[in-house]
Nanobody, 127 residues
Framework: QVQLVESGGTLVQAGDSLRLSCVSSEPTFSSYAMGWFRQAPGKEREFVAL????????FYGDSVKDRSTVSRDNAKNTVFLQMNSLKPEDTAIYYC????????????????????WGQGTQVTVSS
């Protein structure tokens, strides 16, 4: 069973920046694309970003693109999400997730394509 542990969520002011981290216990971490999703109260889970297994390809949700950067350090089994110019509407629980199949990024916006999920980290942006 793979465990994903997110950290870095906190209360920030609008306009601030924040970097989230996610550490994986997956022995073959460098074989899997990793995604970030978020869920705000009363809303559906939303795709935020994906990074391919070697980090050569990245994709972003419309609500965060141009303000966010996803990266990874395969030597440390860690994926990061840097978010800038935060807005109150970015308030949510942020989850990292591992794609179900190695070397695969198909349907990356669909949460059902991910097999393992972290417990989430709360990001709150005050106005």
């Amino acid at each position: 069973q793979v465990q994903l542990v997110e950290s870095g969520g906190t209360l920030v002011q609008a306009g601030d920046s924040l970097r989230l981290s996610c550490v994986s216990s997956e022995p073959t971490f460098s074989s899997y694309a990793m995604g970030w999703f978020r869920q705000a109260p009363g809303k559906e889970r939303e795709f935020v970003a994906l990074i391919s297994w070697r980090g050569r390809s990245t994709f972003y949700g419309d609500s965060v693109k141009d303000r966010s950067t996803v990266s990874r350090d395969n030597a440390k089994n860690t994926v990061f999400l840097q978010m800038n110019s935060l807005k109150p509407e970015d308030t949510a629980i942020y989850y990292c997730a591992q794609m179900e199949r190695p070397y695969d990024i198909s349907n990356y916006r669909d949460s059902l394509e991910y097999k393992y999920w972290g417990q989430g980290t709360q990001v709150t942006v005050s106005s």
